[in-house]
């Protein structure tokens, strides 16, 4: 079993009161209006949730990699496996921006994050650009001291509720990602335009959409990061974060394994509790032993990247591993866990049913479950 320190279990207790207190309650309710829960943002700022990342130099958290995960899990038990991304939120712009953006950029941009009322955005997919990011068209054109961004995005999680977004534009004709810079767009920008809104599977309540960039016009000094360096600076913060995906996903079928659990405890077939049938017993000790397995693997990931034993450039390999495992174990789990309520499983009156269409974006989310294999396929032969 997975144990944390001190500081790290009083803040998980500490996140899943609350995730009883606002989450639970309005579970099922945006999940079937779609709406996006504004009234958590507050919450969840006062907490220090969303703007986890930010260091205590800058007025934020401090939170490190196992915090983060914490949260996401803690938060995606409460029944709405998306709304765990609002756990550390802002990490996936904080992330690079610490590592790759000059001090006046960090503290230009950080102490207002820090304070958990702005979110942001990674407009990286493309329509014709998704696992295949590098072949992205969105461009950007030098204009005497700023640059001029065209282009589309899609899939964009948060692209209409942001108040940031970095955004990853082709500033040259050099070869894949040598020619892709990164910029911090402030989303209030003329030429920054939200389009449809997708509908999805399941992860309701979270937003995603199209971005279109109309002459965008972007002050050079929002380049984060050298000229041609931004597809090598996204990759290494989604390496970073993938880990917190797969805690989330792990949160929501934990959720729905719970569930069953206490289902066929109730669930009585010729006299007896469903669960005291050997075949679904089984069942269910494979699916725990499993969900544990990937656990451990992500905050395995965690401990070694928050005590230095792997650098950002290192982490790639067993990030990948812990996301791509923690995908397969929680779509087989959900899957199992609709299984064991039978019909009643079917049914839009349990939660099984919406933790198991929430589970399978965690194979997709940031890189697939293919594109991730090949990342360790890379770490372990090449």
């Given at each position: 079993?997975?144990?944390?320190?001190?500081?790290?279990?009083?803040?998980?207790?500490?996140?899943?009161?609350?995730?009883?207190?606002h989450i639970?309650?309005?579970?099922?309710?945006?999940?079937?209006?779609?709406?996006f829960?504004?009234?958590?943002?507050e919450?969840f700022?006062?907490?220090?949730?969303?703007?986890?990342a930010?260091?205590?130099?800058?007025?934020?958290?401090?939170?490190?990699l196992?915090?983060?995960?914490?949260?996401?899990?803690e938060?995606?038990?409460?029944?709405?496996?998306?709304?765990g991304?609002l756990g550390?939120?802002?990490?996936?712009?904080?992330?690079?921006?610490?590592?790759?953006?000059?001090?006046?950029?960090?503290?230009r941009?950080l102490?207002?994050?820090?304070k958990?009322?702005?979110?942001?955005?990674?407009?990286?997919?493309?329509?014709?650009?998704?696992?295949?990011a590098a072949?992205?068209?969105?461009?950007?054109?030098?204009?005497?001291?700023?640059w001029v961004?065209n282009?589309?995005?899609?899939?964009?999680?948060w692209?209409?509720?942001?108040?940031?977004?970095?955004?990853?534009?082709?500033?040259?004709?050099?070869?894949?990602?040598?020619?892709?810079?990164?910029?911090?767009?402030?989303?209030?920008t003329?030429?920054?335009?939200?389009?449809?809104?997708?509908r999805?599977?399941?992860?309701?309540?979270?937003?995603?959409?199209?971005?279109f960039?109309?002459?965008?016009?972007?002050?050079?000094?929002?380049?984060?990061?050298?000229e041609?360096?931004?597809?090598?600076?996204?990759l290494?913060?989604?390496?970073?974060?993938?880990?917190?995906?797969?805690?989330?996903?792990?949160?929501?079928?934990?959720?729905?394994?719970?569930?069953?659990?206490?289902?066929?405890?109730?669930?009585?077939?010729?006299?007896?509790?469903?669960?005291?049938y050997?075949?679904?017993r089984?069942?269910?000790?494979?699916?725990?032993?499993?969900?544990?397995?990937?656990?451990?693997?992500?905050?395995?990931?965690?401990?070694?990247?928050?005590?230095?034993l792997?650098?950002?450039?290192?982490?790639?390999t067993?990030?990948?591993m812990?996301?791509?495992?923690?995908?397969d174990?929680?779509?087989k789990?959900?899957?199992?866990?609709?299984?064991?309520?039978g019909?009643h499983g079917?049914m839009?009156d349990?939660?099984?049913?919406?933790?198991f269409?929430?589970?399978k974006?965690?194979a997709?989310?940031e890189?697939?479950?293919?594109?991730q294999?090949?990342?360790?396929?890379?770490?372990v032969?090449?």
């Open positions: 079993m997975v144990m944390f320190d001190e500081l790290h279990e009083e803040f998980r207790q500490s996140v899943a009161r609350m995730v009883q207190q639970v309650p309005i579970a099922d309710e945006v999940d079937q209006t779609n709406r829960p504004e009234e958590l943002l919450v700022a006062d907490m220090g949730l969303i703007q986890l930010v260091p205590e130099e800058y007025g934020g958290p401090g939170g490190d196992t915090a983060t995960c914490i949260a996401r899990e938060i995606a038990k409460g029944g709405l496996t998306g709304l991304q550390g939120q802002t990490g996936v712009f904080v992330q690079p921006l610490l590592a790759f953006g000059t001090e006046e950029q960090r503290q941009f102490p207002e994050l820090a958990g009322h702005a979110l942001t955005c990674l407009a990286m997919s493309e329509p014709h650009a998704g696992s295949d072949a992205m068209t969105t461009r950007a054109v030098k204009d005497g001291s700023s961004i282009g589309q995005k899609c899939f964009i999680t692209g209409s509720v942001a108040t940031y977004s970095l955004v990853m534009a082709r500033t040259s004709d050099r070869p894949r990602g040598e020619g892709i810079s990164a910029f911090i767009v402030d989303t209030s003329p030429g920054f335009v939200v389009g449809r809104h997708d999805k599977m399941g992860q309701h309540g979270v937003p995603n959409v199209e971005l960039f109309e002459d965008l016009r972007v002050p050079e000094e929002n380049m984060l990061g050298e041609g360096t931004g597809f090598r600076l996204a290494r913060s989604l390496h970073v974060n993938r880990p917190t995906i797969a805690a989330m996903g792990i949160g929501g079928a934990q959720a729905a394994l719970d569930y069953a659990i206490a289902y066929c405890n109730s669930r009585m077939v010729r006299g007896r509790p469903v669960s005291s050997q075949g679904l089984w069942m269910i000790a494979e699916a725990a032993t499993e969900l544990e397995a990937a656990r451990c693997l992500v905050y395995e990931c965690a401990r070694q990247f928050d005590s230095g792997v650098s950002r450039d290192e982490i790639g067993i990030s990948s812990a996301k791509a495992f923690a995908a174990v929680v779509m789990v959900t899957t199992n866990c609709v299984q064991f309520l019909g079917y839009q349990h939660p099984v049913e919406r933790l269409r929430d589970a974006l965690i997709i989310l890189g697939t479950t293919e594109i294999k090949e990342v360790i396929a890379r770490g032969i090449d």
